[in-house]
């Protein structure tokens, strides 16, 4: 597609539940990021694949977070078991191996 | 980890004014880049700009890699030019990026 996709916009939940986070790269870029935006800062880093391989998880903050791309295109991120502290913008961006990243338009998750 | 601070953290102009924002970094960097978080929440890449200078519109950025700042250039300021600036940056062997706080920045009519 001509930019990077994201779904659901907006998500609200219930704590305990699970979500799905869905994100769709700009066609023909390898590489694929997650961050979290919480209200009033910067966004932070929590995964990154370089197509289908997770190259770096270190920024998933518990057990309950776990990104794929399986086909090495689109990338789920899921979050087991929602709290509260969850809720934040989940943003996605795509690369080419090296260079600028573009972000898609976020998943603003509330956790009830 | 890479440390970002960007100044002011905030920001408040008259339409038609001019200002600069400020970005250091803590060590040597392959990426940098200039973002606007408009008021909807959209991310838009104003520069990729890990060196150099660059100039797009009333936009410019000059990167000073060997000193560890950028400078984002905002001319002419007009109203749709508020939201938060975010300026990033990466070292590694990919483009992960580290974020600073931002600048918020209102221009008023």
């Known amino acids: 597609g001509a930019g990077v996709s994201q779904s659901p916009r907006y998500k609200v939940t219930k704590r305990g539940q699970d979500v799905a986070l869905r994100c769709d790269p700009i066609?023909?870029?390898?590489?694929l990021y997650w961050y979290r935006q919480a209200l009033g800062q910067g966004p932070e880093f929590l995964t990154y694949f370089n197509y289908e391989a997770q190259q770096d998880k270190s920024g998933l903050p518990n057990d309950r977070f776990s990104a794929e791309r399986p086909e090495g295109s689109i990338s789920t991120l899921t979050i087991q078991r929602t709290e509260q502290r969850d809720s934040a913008m989940y943003r996605c961006a795509s690369s080419l191996v090296i260079g600028e990243l573009f972000f898609g338009e976020g998943s603003r998750l509330t956790v009830l | 980890g890479i440390q970002v601070e960007q100044s002011p953290p905030d920001l408040i102009l008259q339409e038609g004014a001019n200002s600069t924002l400020r970005c250091n970094f803590s060590?040597?960097?392959?990426?940098l880049q200039w973002f606007h978080q408009n008021p909807w929440g959209q991310l838009i890449n104003l520069f990729y700009?890990?060196?150099g200078t660059k100039q797009n519109g009333r936009l410019s950025a000059t990167t000073v890699a060997t000193e560890r700042y950028s400078l984002l250039y905002i001319s002419s300021s007009q109203t749709t030019d508020s939201g938060v600036y975010f300026c990033?940056?990466?070292?590694?062997?990919?483009?992960?990026?580290?974020f600073g706080k931002g600048t918020m920045l209102l221009v008023s009519p």
């Open positions: 060590d040597s960097v392959n990426n």
């Open positions: 066609s023909g870029h390898v590489s």
């Open positions: 990033a940056v990466g070292n590694s062997g990919y483009s992960t990026l580290t």
């Open positions: 700009i890990p060196s």
